[in-house]
C-alpha cells in the first residue's frame, strides 16, 4: 500500500461498467464499504448486456430485461441508490465521442467525488491466460476520458452547461486491475455484501458457491499486501488538476 494514501471516505461515489454484474464482481464489496459509512452510491452501466449467455435459444431483448433487473436488485441490495443504463449493443463497443458525452451528462448529473471503473490499459494476461473484454476497456478509457478532462472543463459540450449540467471536478478515480494496485480497501465486513449482489446476477452466475471460493481466495490474496483479512484492491488516482 502507498503510504501516502489516506484512506478514502467519499460523499458520492460512481461506478462505471460495460456490463452488468462488472462491478458488482469488481468492487461491490468497497461499495458496500463506503455505503456503510455514509456514501450515496451510483452506477452507469453502458451495454444492454444482450451477449451474455450461452443459451441458444434466449432472447437478446429479454436478456436485457433481466439483467437490468439483476444489477438494480445488486444495487439496491449493496444499499445504493441509482443505475442508469445506456443500452449500447454488449460486445460491439466502440469508442465515440457520443459516448463520452454520454458519460459526461451522468458525471456533471451526479457530481461523484469518487468514480470507479476499469483500467483501460489491462488489454490481456499471458499468464492468466485471458483477453480483457473490448468493451472493459472501451468503457474504462471513455470513462478516464470523461472524467477529464470532459466534464470538468466549461467550454466542453456547452450545451450541457447551459441545461444546468454544470462541469464537475472528480477528485478520486479507483481503476480495477488484476495486475497491479496501490490502494486496498479493507472489506472483511463487506465481502458477504458483495457475494449477495452477485448472487442477484443469477442469468451470469450459475454457481455462486463456487464462485464464491475463488473471490474469498482473491481477497485473501489482495489483503495480504495491506495487511487486511480480506480486501479489493485498485489504482488509485487522486486528480490533483
Ligand atoms: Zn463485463
Known sequence: MDINLKELKPKIILGIAAHPDDLDFGSSATVAHFINQ???????????????????????????R?????????????????????????????????LKKEIVKVIRTIRPDIVITIDPSMIYSAQRGFINHPDHRVAGQATLDAVFPLARDHLVFPELS???????KVKTVLLTNFEYTNYYVDISDTFDKKILALKAHASQIPDIDQTKIWLRQMAEMTGQKAGYKLAEGFVRIDLRI
Do not use: C, W
Not at 433487473?69 to 465515440?96: C, H, I, N
Not at 447551459?162 to 464537475?168: D, E, I
Open 66 to 98: 433481466i439483467r437490468y433487473q439483476e444489477q438494480r436488485k445488486a444495487l439496491k441490495l449493496l444499499g445504493g441508490q441509482s443505475v442508469t443504463f445506456l443500452g449500447y449493443p454488449d460486445g460491439l463497443l466502440e469508442m465515440s465521442l457520443g
Open 38 to 64: 455514509g456514501a450515496k452510491a451510483h452506477y452507469l452501466i453502458i451495454t444492454d448486456g444482450s451477449k451474455g449467455s450461452s443459451d441458444q435459444t434466449v432472447n437478446p431483448k429479454d436478456l436485457t
Open 162 to 168: 447551459k441545461n444546468g449540467l454544470k462541469p464537475h
